[in-house]
Nanobody, 129 residues
Framework: EVQLVESGGGLVQAGGSLRLSCAAS????????IGWFRQAPGKEREVISC????????NYVGSVKGRFTISRDNSRYTVYLEMNNLKPEDTADYYC??????????????????????WGQGTPVTVSA
């Protein structure tokens, strides 16, 4: 079965940390870039981070830059999102998705991330004030 499964979400206090995981199966994981997305209540889904196939070009949206770190371990078919200094505005459902488009998989440009073929079901993150 082709799938991505997110885990690691939960309820944390402002200033705390969480480590999300995105586990892949059923496809050639190291051919795909992996992006992290989130959707807050009443808001549209937004991309927050992306890691390319070589694990050497992580990108972040400005609101999480310096606080979140994305990485991948191809031997474990897993991408991670380390979230530090969490804020209440980080509260959302977090999703990972995979893209094989050559521009995306090599450079992961957040402004044009597209052709996301595989999506996970999401994991919820709640940050209390």
């Amino acid at each position: 079965e082709v799938q991505l499964v997110e885990s690691g979400g939960g309820l944390v206090q402002a200033g705390g940390s969480l480590r999300l995981s995105c586990a892949a199966s059923g496809f050639t994981f190291d051919d795909y870039a992996i992006g992290w997305f989130r959707q807050a209540p009443g808001k549209e889904r937004e991309v927050i981070s992306c890691i390319n196939i070589r694990n050497d070009a992580p990108n972040y949206v400005g609101s999480v830059k310096g606080r979140f770190t994305i990485s991948r371990d191809n031997s474990r078919y897993t991408v991670y999102l380390e979230m530090n200094n969490l804020k209440p505005e980080d509260t959302a459902d977090y999703y990972c998705a995979a893209a094989i488009s050559p521009p995306v998989r090599t450079t992961c440009p957040l402004s044009r991330i597209e052709y996301l073929e595989i999506w996970g079901q999401g994991t919820p993150v709640t940050v209390s004030a």
